[in-house]
């Protein structure tokens, strides 16, 4: 496999000063606890012999086979362009084979004791511990970020699996007498039943362990539908839940070339319980029309555009820090990314030449070089809309710092671009990036700060650096975001709940709150014991 052409004369990272938390998707950066292992060279041979270890059927009622008419998809490494492997694709009847599976194995897997089904999440923790190394090359191989962080990513996901094991013998319920003592009030909660599970291209191992872990936990069976940009992660995962003990038909994988018809088939199916995205708000509002057919449970994850607000008061080495994971993680491919850097006026130019000087340091190539901080983005597609929001903010007026253009040669590279001064009416300020650029947006007074941070349809997350307590707290209050980081870059965990207001989507994923979305309530009333 030939590398691509390299930007950047000193190798940088992405954690500055300050390393990351374990748990969160951050552990990537803490170098004492995770080393990244420099100097390993990853054989070509060793990702072949990877890659040939990778299921390319689909797995319904636990058992692999192809799809019907032997219909088959490639999948590419974005660094390079080349067809990695050929996986089965599948079709609306085949979709349909994969709900029946799961309703087949609903009732038993829901009578399963929960200390059971936490057992397996367990296990299937432990064994991605073993295979951590081989997972971490096959995300870097098929999305192309690099390995570190890819390393970052097996841990992060894998704690779902720990927390949600823990999680599932945690279900209770509530009995008491009603206000008149008349009866006794009893609540119990319930799996919601067959649930169908999209995961999105960025984060292939830890979207899939998000969603498939409370499900299992809660005694509910699914049907996964991982991106055909990247699925390959998730066949392997689903592998590892086999050779965990997974029950036939708990968990199902459809992978397809022909997303739409085959997700509106099982969307529609009347014995669908639950449906949980992870993608574009226009994909989310689709399927929610659909969903709304069978007034399905939903969880929705969808888009961003994050508000990254720099005070006056804020320490700018914590700033920029802040600034280079929120932005440059995943390659700025997450729904978490900061897309508008709000900075006060007053620190404005000096904010945004440490990031400039910070950012031309980084070194893109491949994933699995040494000191790569900038990996492709997932195809070209996103390449030319990360270069049309560039182009027409410097048209309306802004500064270009460094990058802002395609790195000729193989892949699908950009480069990591700073620009300030950006213009309001500017199609970066609107749009999610989905790519390595950081646009800088000046503000005078904290009123002003909070309205342009809030002027967006997306309520997902926002950042905020400031050295004041009372600031901060205002922050919480004012900032119309389902998360915040506060004096930090990185807000994930699986102990928190990952979820945003407005078209950022429904629902919460991860923490007490991510098992709630796969149960439901039943109140039973019985008669005064005692009458």
């Given at each position: 496999m030939?590398?691509?052409?390299?930007?950047g004369?000193?190798e940088a990272?992405?954690?500055?000063?300050h390393?990351g938390?374990?748990?969160?998707?951050?552990i990537?950066?803490d170098?004492?606890?995770?080393?990244?292992d420099?100097?390993v060279?990853?054989s070509e041979?060793?990702?072949?012999?990877?890659?040939a270890s990778?299921?390319?059927?689909?797995f319904?009622g636990g058992a692999w086979r192809?799809?019907?008419g032997?219909a088959?998809?490639?999948v590419s490494?974005?660094?390079?362009?080349?067809?990695?492997k050929?996986i089965?694709s599948?079709s609306?009847a085949?979709?349909k084979a994969a709900?029946?599976a799961?309703v087949?194995?609903?009732d038993?897997?829901?009578?399963?004791?929960?200390?059971?089904?936490?057992?397996?999440?367990r296990?299937?923790?432990?064994?991605?511990q073993?295979r951590?190394?081989d997972?971490?090359?096959?995300m870097?191989i098929e999305?192309?970020?690099p390995?570190?962080?890819?390393?970052g990513?097996?841990a992060y996901?894998?704690?779902f699996?720990?927390?949600?094991?823990?999680?599932?013998?945690?279900?209770?319920g509530?009995?008491?007498?009603?206000?008149?003592g008349?009866?006794?009030m009893?609540?119990?909660q319930?799996?919601v039943?067959?649930c169908?599970?999209?995961?999105?291209w960025n984060f292939?191992l830890a979207?899939?362990?998000r969603k498939?872990?409370?499900?299992?936990?809660a005694g509910?069976?699914?049907?996964?539908?991982p991106?055909?940009?990247t699925?390959?992660?998730?066949?392997a995962?689903?592998k590892l839940?086999?050779?965990?003990?997974l029950p036939?038909g708990v968990?199902?994988?459809?992978?397809t070339?022909?997303?739409?018809?085959m997700?509106e088939?099982i969307i529609?199916?009347?014995?669908?319980r639950?449906?949980?995205f992870?993608g574009s708000?226009?994909?989310?509002?689709?399927l929610l029309?659909?969903?709304?057919?069978?007034v399905?449970r939903?969880?929705?994850?969808?888009g961003?555009?994050?508000p990254?607000?720099v005070f006056d008061?804020?320490?700018l080495?914590?700033?920029?820090?802040?600034a280079?994971?929120?932005?440059f993680?995943?390659?700025?491919?997450a729904c978490?990314?900061?897309?508008r850097?709000?900075?006060h006026?007053?620190?404005?130019?000096e904010?945004?030449?440490?990031v400039?000087e910070?950012v031309?340091g980084?070194?893109s190539?491949?994933?699995?070089e040494d000191g790569?901080?900038i990996?492709p983005?997932?195809d070209d597609?996103?390449?030319?809309?990360?270069d049309?929001l560039?182009q027409?903010a410097?048209?309306?007026g802004?500064?270009l710092?460094?990058?802002?253009?395609e790195?000729?040669?193989?892949g699908s590279?950009?480069?990591?671009?700073?620009l300030?001064?950006?213009?309001?009416?500017?199609d970066?300020?609107?749009?999610?990036?989905?790519g390595?650029v950081?646009a800088?947006?000046?503000?005078?007074d904290e009123?002003?700060g909070?309205r342009?941070a809030?002027?967006?349809?997306y309520?997902l997350v926002?950042y905020?650096y400031?050295?004041?307590l009372?600031?901060g707290q205002?922050?919480i209050?004012r900032l119309?975001?389902g998360m915040?980081?506060?004096?930090?870059?990185?807000?994930?965990n699986?102990?928190a709940?990952?979820?945003?207001?407005?078209?950022?989507g429904?629902?919460?994923?991860?923490?007490a709150?991510?098992?709630?979305?796969?149960?439901q309530?039943?109140?039973?009333l019985?008669?005064?014991p005692?009458?």
């Amino acid at each position: 496999m030939h590398a691509p052409r390299h930007r950047g004369a000193r190798e940088a990272t992405l954690d500055g000063r300050h390393p990351g938390d374990v748990g969160s998707y951050t552990i990537y950066l803490d170098a004492e606890r995770h080393p990244i292992d420099e100097g390993v060279t990853v054989s070509e041979n060793r990702e072949t012999e990877l890659l040939a270890s990778v299921p390319d059927g689909l797995f319904i009622g636990g058992a692999w086979r192809p799809a019907e008419g032997g219909a088959t998809l490639t999948v590419s490494d974005p660094a390079t362009g080349a067809v990695v492997k050929e996986i089965a694709s599948a079709s609306v009847a085949d979709g349909k084979a994969a709900l029946d599976a799961a309703v087949a194995a609903q009732d038993a897997w829901a009578a399963t004791p929960a200390r059971r089904r936490g057992e397996l999440l367990r296990r299937a923790f432990d064994l991605l511990q073993e295979r951590k190394e081989d997972f971490a090359l096959l995300m870097t191989i098929e999305m192309g970020k690099p390995l570190a962080e890819a390393r970052g990513e097996v841990a992060y996901g894998g704690e779902f699996l720990r927390w949600f094991s823990e999680e599932a013998p945690r279900i209770q319920g509530r009995y008491g007498a009603n206000p008149e003592g008349t009866g006794r009030m009893i609540v119990t909660q319930h799996p919601v039943g067959p649930c169908f599970l999209i995961t999105p291209w960025n984060f292939p191992l830890a979207m899939a362990t998000r969603k498939i872990a409370p499900a299992l936990a809660a005694g509910c069976t699914v049907v996964i539908k991982p991106a055909a940009l990247t699925p390959l992660t998730t066949l392997a995962f689903v592998k590892l839940l086999e050779d965990a003990g997974l029950p036939a038909g708990v968990v199902n994988v459809v992978t397809t070339a022909s997303s739409g018809p085959m997700s509106e088939a099982i969307i529609r199916d009347p014995r669908l319980r639950k449906l949980s995205f992870t993608g574009s708000t226009p994909v989310g509002v689709k399927l929610l029309e659909q969903a709304a057919h069978g007034v399905l449970r939903t969880s929705m994850e969808l888009g961003g555009n994050a508000p990254f607000v720099v005070f006056d008061d804020a320490d700018l080495d914590k700033a920029v820090d802040g600034a280079i994971a929120a932005k440059f993680r995943n390659i700025g491919q997450a729904c978490t990314a900061a897309n508008r850097f709000i900075v006060h006026r007053s620190v404005a130019d000096e904010f945004a030449r440490r990031v400039t000087e910070r950012v031309q340091g980084f070194r893109s190539g491949r994933g699995t070089e040494d000191g790569v901080v900038i990996g492709p983005l997932i195809d070209d597609k996103a390449v030319a809309k990360a270069d049309q929001l560039v182009q027409d903010a410097v048209q309306r007026g802004a500064t270009l710092r460094t990058g802002g253009a395609e790195i000729p040669g193989d892949g699908s590279f950009y480069e990591a671009t700073v620009l300030s001064d950006v213009q309001p009416g500017s199609d970066i300020l609107r749009e999610e990036i989905f790519g390595p650029v950081l646009a800088i947006v000046p503000f005078d007074d904290e009123d002003e700060g909070v309205r342009i941070a809030n002027d967006t349809e997306y309520g997902l997350v926002s950042y905020v650096y400031t050295e004041s307590l009372t600031r901060g707290q205002r922050m919480i209050e004012r900032l119309a975001t389902g998360m915040m980081g506060l004096n930090i870059g990185v807000v994930s965990n699986a102990a928190a709940p990952f979820g945003g207001w407005k078209l950022s989507g429904l629902g919460r994923e991860g923490g007490a709150e991510g098992i709630h979305e796969y149960l439901q309530t039943k109140y039973t009333l019985t008669p005064d014991p005692f009458a």
